[in-house]
């Protein structure tokens, strides 16, 4: 059984080390992180669609092993031309915060996918960094598709997908992949979401983006994590600038502090440490009771 699934939204996330090697078992000869383009594009969902169908999620994991490799195209036209990207590596997301329409906790496959910056591929990149180039259709097959209702093979019931039984909607549960063919931008898309995914600049503008209470208040709290942590920084560095003017008069104090507001927690620890082993050895603690002898004789070593 055949399947398109439409879905909305891209991401354009750079090249690492680890990508480049996952897109490279792919590419005839080596590519750097300059050659390539990467973004990222959510294939499918286990929301219900336009078209009163929708993956479990299990089927979501298998998609995700077969779409590795894949090719983008456009509007499912199966020209060698019309390729445009390449699908290097999968992943299954989850959303605990949003659910599905029947309740369920909506997940999705998000696929990884790489072109090459050429001068064929300079607009369409630029298409999809401006949102021009969003919605995403997949081309798969199934092994069953199975009516929500009564759990027959979809048709050979009596059972319409869309339609509303004892009031609970009729729709088909697409279920075991056995291949993947392809996916392809499209103008709409069946599944609502499905696409490549915004950009954000910034962390925090993800966070104030997803409009998320919870979020924005671990956001706040990690924030004045942060500036205490800075603070702490600060003390420690000015103390060991501190012992280390102490430690030798030599030593130019303003130089030292700039290289010292470079340094890690580790290693202004272990200077520290350093500098006061050498302040105990040039400055060492005087005791009243130096001479327990003379103490004995001569009471005046007693008096603070």
């Known amino acids: ?172 549960e697409l279920r075991n992949p056995t291949d993947a063919y392809e996916w392809s931008f499209v103008a709409v898309p069946a599944q609502r979401h499905a696409g490549v995914i915004k950009r954000f600049g910034t962390l925090k503008q993800l966070v104030e983006t997803a409009e998320q209470g919870a979020c924005l208040e671990e956001w706040k709290a990690l924030e004045q994590q942060a500036e205490l942590g800075r603070k702490y920084l600060g003390a420690l560095r000015a103390e060991v600038s501190r012992l280390a003017a102490l430690s030798d008069e030599s030593l130019d104090a303003e130089i030292f502090s700039g290289i010292a507001g470079k340094l890690s927690e580790p290693e202004l620890l272990e200077l520290k440490r350093v500098y006061e082993k050498q302040m105990r050895s040039k400055y060492p603690l005087q005791t009243q009771l130096q001479d327990m002898e003379r103490a004995a004789d001569n009471k005046a070593v007693f008096l603070v």
Not at 15 to 39: P, R
Not at 81 to 102: D, H, M, W
Not at 129 to 149: A, H, T
Request: charged share 30%; with cysteine; net charge negative.
């Open 1 to 172: 059984m055949e399947i398109r699934k439409e879905r909305e939204g891209t991401l354009s996330c750079p090249a690492d080390e680890a990508d480049l090697a996952l897109i490279n078992q792919l590419a005839k000869s080596k590519l750097t992180a300059e050659q390539v383009y990467t973004f990222a594009v959510r294939l499918c969902d286990n929301e219900v669609d336009r078209d009163y169908e929708r993956f479990d999620e299990p089927a979501l994991h298998k998609l995700g092993d077969l779409f590795v490799g894949k090719s983008g195209i456009f509007d499912h036209q199966w020209a060698s031309n019309g390729q445009t990207a390449r699908i290097y590596r999968t992943e299954v997301c989850f959303e605990p915060e949003k659910k599905t329409s029947l309740g369920e906790t909506s997940c999705y496959l998000k696929g990884y996918a790489y072109m090459l910056r050429s001068e064929k591929n300079k607009d369409l990149i630029a298409e999809i960094e401006g949102g021009i180039k969003k919605e995403v259709s997949v081309g798969c097959s199934v092994e069953r598709s199975v009516c929500s209702i009564c759990g027959s093979e979809m048709g050979s019931c009596k059972h319409q997908k869309g339609e509303a039984y004892g009031g609970k909607l009729c729709f088909a």
